[in-house]
């Protein structure tokens, strides 16, 4: 199987890594890490009923945490879950054929800095459901596995909690990110729906003042990307991670500039990131 090369690792690194920027949402359900030591411990509510929910994932532990949430299929077992990230980790990203065949991803966060939250919200359906940071200890244990791991139901009971009206519609495709080519200053929800057939996420960048997607092109294009300089761009949030036919409502407060949003998860099928398929669009916020 073939592994992402180093500048790709380094451009992935570069938004998983990145702070996550602060949402507002409605109430719903609050997922919160901890830690002591080298232990972790994932708190939420242990079920909730279908239909639209917000979720609040908050990080108190002194790592970053990055969340993810999927609906499972019936009869998956947790072993089963973290044997098919196991793949997944050991193909840097690559290879999610594995847990795409027993989850559906609804949503999550590329990364909740120590003592932020995050907050994005989707329509639910019954079933069992996982949240799960992804990643490693520095000793190269799997998050998942020390603790950055928990399960709720979701009940046929309806939430009767409606889904806020979107300002922004920004669609996932293969490849391509689909929005408005001018967006208005400010705190907006945004609805970002997944039409393609593959796995998707939304990251948004700012382009630093002065430059352009020129330079943005020319950095990404770069062969060791580690010494080109830093990146012409700032990573002001996103939503990770919803599968094909799912959609999730965020809110971004974006201030003037120049903006791109992208898709930094690999294909599997052309072994290539997706924004260098084409998941790469800028736009203007004005």
């Known amino acids: 199987m073939k592994t992402l ?26 997922f919160t890490l901890s830690q002591q030591g080298a232990k972790f ?52 990203g690559e290879d999610m054929t594995a847990i795409n065949n027993i989850a559906s991803f609804v949503g999550g966060s590329g990364g909740v800095q120590p003592g932020a939250t995050f907050e994005f919200g989707a329509n639910l359906d019954a079933g069992k459901y996982v949240v799960f940071g992804f990643g490693a200890t520095d000793d190269g244990k799997a998050l998942y596995d020390v603790g950055q791991y928990g399960t709720f139901t979701v009940s046929s009971a309806k939430s009767g909690v409606t889904a806020p009206k979107a ?16 967006i208005k200053a400010g705190k907006l929800t945004w609805q970002v729906s997944n039409k393609g057939a593959e796995t998707h996420h939304l990251m948004l960048m700012r382009i630093a003042d002065g430059k352009t997607m020129k330079d943005v092109e020319a950095f990404f294009k770069s062969e060791n990307p580690e010494q080109a300089g830093p990146p012409p761009f700032e990573d002001v949030g996103g939503l990770e991670t919803v599968s094909k ?42």
């Open 167 to 182: 300002a922004v519609q920004a669609t996932l495709q293969d490849y391509k990110v689909v929005l408005p080519a001018s």
């Open 5 to 30: 090369s180093k500048s790709t690792l380094f451009t992935l690194a570069l938004v998983l890594g990145a702070a996550s920027a602060q949402h507002a949402g409605h109430d719903g359900a609050t």
């Open 41 to 92: 411990s994932l708190q939420g509510p242990a079920q909730l009923a279908s239909g639209y929910t917000s979720f609040t994932l908050k990080n108190t532990a002194q790592a970053p945490f990055t969340p993810v949430i999927a609906l499972l299929k019936a009869g998956v077992t947790d072993a089963q879950v973290k044997a098919a990230l196991g793949k997944l980790m050991a193909s840097h």
């Open 245 to 286: 036919g799912r959609g999730a409502f965020v809110n971004f407060d974006l201030k003037p500039g120049s903006y791109f949003a992208a898709c930094f998860l690999p294909s599997a099928t052309k072994h290539a990131p997706h924004f260098m398929l084409g998941m790469m669009t800028p736009f203007e916020v004005k």
